[in-house]
Structure formats: structure tokens, C-alpha cells
């Protein structure tokens, strides 16, 4: 089984940056999608920024993007998102999840096609 954990979330002031961090288990044998949604209250979980093996390509939100930076340490098992300028409207719990189905999207794959999970983390922004 796969096994996804993450850290880094807590309360950080508008315009604060903050940085993920996501442990894989080595047992998802290859992921061809690893990837970051978030999910508001009351909102539906949303992709933040995804890279795909299939192509080689990082992708983000609209919404993040030039804010956010998806990062991997292959050698760690580990991924991360580092956020700058943070905003209120990012507060929201963050999870990291992968994928070994091949994906040929040019954006990040609905949470409904990713197959494994962490727990998520929280990150509050607020003054």
C-alpha cells in the first residue's frame, strides 16, 4: 500500500511563504503523476500543482501560479510546494498524492484519478 505523508502547514500572515513536504513510500513502485490539491471548507479539492512523468511537465492552478513551485528530491522520496506571497484565499488543507496511471492531460489530473493519498496538512493564512 501506498503511503503519503505530509508536513509543513501552520499559520503564516499574508505575504509569508511557507514550504511542503511530502514523504512517499517507497513501495509505490513508479508514480507518473505526484502531486499537491488543497481543498477549502465547503469547496471541492482542487489541483495545485502536479508534475507528470509522461511528459516531463509541471503544471499549476491558475491561481498559484508564479506563487507556487513544485519541487522533487528523487533520492528522498520526497516532494514538496514551496508558496510565496501567500494569501488568505490559499488558507486551506493540503495534500500530496500520486498516481501510477499514466496521465496525458496538459494540467493536473482530477483528485478522482489519483490513487493514493496522504492525510493532508493545514495552512492558515491570516493577519
Known amino acids: 500500500q501506498g503511503q503519503l505523508v505530509e508536513s509543513g502547514g501552520g499559520l503564516v500572515q499574508p505575504g509569508d511563504s511557507l514550504k511542503l513536504s511530502c514523504t512517499v513510500s517507497?513501495?509505490?513502485?513508479?508514480?507518473?503523476?505526484m502531486a499537491w490539491f488543497r481543498q477549502a471548507p465547503g469547496k471541492e479539492r482542487e489541483g495545485v500543482s502536479c508534475?507528470?512523468?509522461?511528459?516531463?511537465?509541471?503544471y499549476y492552478a491558475d491561481s498559484v501560479k508564479g506563487r507556487f513551485t513544485f519541487s522533487r528530491d528523487n533520492a528522498k522520496n520526497m516532494i514538496f510546494l514551496q508558496g510565496i506571497n501567500l494569501k488568505p484565499e490559499d488558507t486551506a488543507t493540503y495534500y500530496c498524492?500520486?498516481?501510477?496511471?499514466?496521465?496525458?492531460?496538459?494540467?493536473?489530473?482530477?483528485?478522482?484519478?489519483?490513487?493514493?493519498w496522504g492525510k493532508g496538512t493545514l495552512v492558515t493564512v491570516s493577519s
Open positions: 498524492a500520486t498516481s501510477t496511471a499514466p496521465w496525458y492531460g496538459h494540467s493536473c489530473p482530477p483528485h478522482w484519478d489519483m490513487q493514493y
Open positions: 517507497e513501495f509505490i513502485a513508479e508514480n507518473f503523476v
Open positions: 508534475f507528470s512523468a509522461t511528459d516531463g511537465e509541471t
